[in-house]
């Protein structure tokens, strides 16, 4: 039959079918949104866990300056006590090419120690700049995230070479501090045993 009642079942029909379409659609577009605040969620969990990382990247660094700054003082004083030290040092000694002060010695170590924490500073300023780098990348931030752990990971591993190096140092600058004081201490009584008047001095008539 063509009846009008045919024609309106036909275009409900038409309807009905194109309103399941649209609703399939739908649900798909629902599913991917539930599945991309799954995703952000995650990403902001590594945002912030990788924040708190870098706070405490940032802080050993400055504290490992600050170290630095503290060796490098104790290097200059070290360097004063150990001026009367060179001025008595024996000339063949001194005329040997092999032969290396305590001041050079010194200088040498500290030398290396200021080398070394440069690179780590470099490095560990290279790594905070890819770490914010990954944090400010859109789409997935999964596969940045392990890079930046992987990074943050060395950086300890630097932090922790150079501040055993700041110790090793700290160390030897205690021992010449310690032997120099006693070299003057020697030297002192030595003096004053030839002091007209001292005790046990060589003048006394």
């Not at 309807?15 to 599913?31: C, P």
């Not at 590594?46 to 924040?51: A, E, S």
């Not at 708190?52 to 490098?72: E, F, I, P, T």
Request: charged share 25%; glycine share 8%.
């Amino acid at each position: 039959s063509f009846g009008p009642e045919t024609e309106v079942q036909k275009i409900i029909q038409g309807w009905h079918l194109d309103l399941q379409a649209q609703s399939q659609v739908y649900t798909r577009q629902v599913e991917a949104m539930s599945e991309w605040d799954h995703v952000v969620f995650k990403n902001n969990e590594c945002i912030f866990g990788v924040q708190q990382q870098m706070s405490v990247v940032s802080r050993l660094q400055d504290d490992a300056k600050q170290r630095l700054d503290r060796l490098g003082r104790e290097q200059e004083e070290l360097n004063q006590l150990l001026r009367w030290f060179e001025e008595g040092l024996d000339a063949s000694q001194a005329s040997n090419p092999s032969f290396a002060s305590p001041t050079e010695q010194a200088l040498r170590a500290a030398g290396l120690v200021r080398d070394e924490f440069e690179g780590v500073d470099a490095r560990v300023s290279s790594m905070v700049q890819d770490i914010r780098t990954a944090r400010d990348m859109s789409g997935d931030a999964c596969d940045p995230m392990v890079q930046v752990e992987m990074k943050l990971s060395e950086g300890f591993e630097l932090l922790q070479g150079i501040d055993l190096k700041a110790d090793e140092l700290a160390s030897t600058i205690a021992w010449c501090e310690s032997h120099l004081q006693y070299h003057a201490r020697s030297r002192r009584a030595e003096q004053d045993s030839h002091v007209p008047g001292a005790p046990g001095g060589g003048y006394a008539g």
